[in-house]
């Protein structure tokens, strides 16, 4: 019995189940290498019956489905599609966004009840919702709050000269977000500017960005901001970000401190596109037991509605539920005239402590915005010229950008402040003070880094390489950023991959079992 589930607003998502186990999430932007792309409401591509159509042709070929018991579909514009013409199904179920958004985190979690938050940029559900979740009962609504938290903490950033300005704004609120948080740690918080900046949060309880920026411009004309090309000084920028995150965070905590004095033994589920705020998460962590998915955002909500489904009695580990390559079978016409040899771990482990750069495309893609060692570009992280060099030769990004590691489970408590688990980098713990010079690559202005945690379980390639480079320079850590350039998606293709080994300073590529070198 198959279900299919099909979110198609900004990062549009189409996700498979066969009886209760979820077999596959396939997201438009890597099939269509446009970053958060949508099928519905953000745009509305003449093409996406075409782009659907193929997805659900890649579901027939591979695992022989051409019936679904469900279709459960949202942000999608049924007066735009005939939605039988396309699917094949017996029954439709509209699940509602935060409820989508909630089962996502739930069922990936490891606890049986939970408190749950939800909150994002707006939806059907508008902006913020908490519930009481539970793997066999489901969801209990208990809250839902008025505040635009996602809009709210974005627009200062379309203001800051030292992030790229996005001429489409509904492009900048899916990017800007990411930017500010590596920018926070530059400034300090101000309260002149904290106290204008909660005048701004409590003003956004509606959907309208253009609005919220407008309002914005109005607050903070002081400061030099008169319409919507205007640009904070330097200094005012940096505190702006700073002032913006506490903003955030205190805002947050006073709208959900009442529940967490409720409901003391809850493990808290922090889930939404405000769940990528990690230094949010983080300083939650230090009080509570908290979960963030590896999609929370609008990219894991398909998940998330199968989940609300199935209920499954299982975690669902959605790490691994990509596709493979689209064009894996090319790969030969790819290494004609290339230098390349089998997979061996050693070779790539001394390559990458001898300086090199290697781009990673091996089984199936992550599922979320984080790089997970399946689509990366990989090199030391005790190098301290790779954070520069980087961001602007390779990613072509902000330079004040960080970058991430990845370490062996047993080695966290070697370099951070940390023993937990952390495998998708949902949280950012202190570096310690012994090995900051060390990882000054991985490091951010503010001591901390967005680690991840690998088990041998989880990743063998990434596990098994780190421990060779462990053996070569007793240092078993590596910077792993996500296999893309800045403005395109996470890349599916050998295309594109050899593309960035062709024209970027890659000097080697790992594709499955091959290794590709110059």
Known sequence: MFNLAFHGSHNSTIALSCEDKILECVEIERLISKKNAALFYYENPDNRVEIIKKVLTHFEKKYGCYEYENLIINSVDTDRVDLKSI???????????????????IYQSPYQRSLVVSFDGGSDQKFFNIFIGDKSQGLTHLYSGKRDYAISYMTPAHFIGDIKKENDIYVGNLVYSGKLMGYVGYGKVREDLVEKLV??????????????????????????????????????GKDVAASNQLVFERLFRMEVNNFLIQYPNLPLLITGGCALNIINNT??????????????????????????????????????IGPYVWDEDELPNYLVGRKYENLNVKRVALDIVNGNIIGVVRGRSEHGPRALGNRSIICDATNPEMKDYLNKEIKNRESFRPFSPVVRYEDIQKYFEFKEEI???????????EKKELLSSVIHIDGTSRVQTVTREQNQFLYDLLTEIDKLNGNGIVLNTSFNIAGNPILNTLKESFWMFDHKNLSGLVINNTYVYK
């Not at 699917?87 to 089962?103: C, D, G, R, T, V």
């Not at 495998?423 to 003070?433: I, L, Y």
Request: charged share 25%; glycine share 4%; net charge negative.
């Open 423 to 433: 495998r998708w980098m949902t949280f950012s713990p202190k570096v310690k003070e």
């Open 87 to 105: 699917f094949n199904f017996k029954q439709l179920i509209y699940m509602p966004h935060h409820e989508a958004h909630s089962n996502n985190v």
């Open 199 to 236: 005048e701004f949060y409590e003003s956004n309880t509606y959907d309208n960005i253009p609005h919220a920026i407008n309002r914005f411009i109005s607050l903070f004309s002081e400061y030099g901001i008169n319409d919507w090309d205007s640009k904070f000084s330097e200094q005012d």
């Open 283 to 320: 300083k939650l962590l230090k009080s509570r037991d908290v979960f963030v998915s590896p999609n929370p955002s609008d990219v894991g909500l398909a998940v998330g509605m199968l989940c609300g489904l199935l209920k499954p009695k299982d975690i669902v580990d959605t790490a691994y």
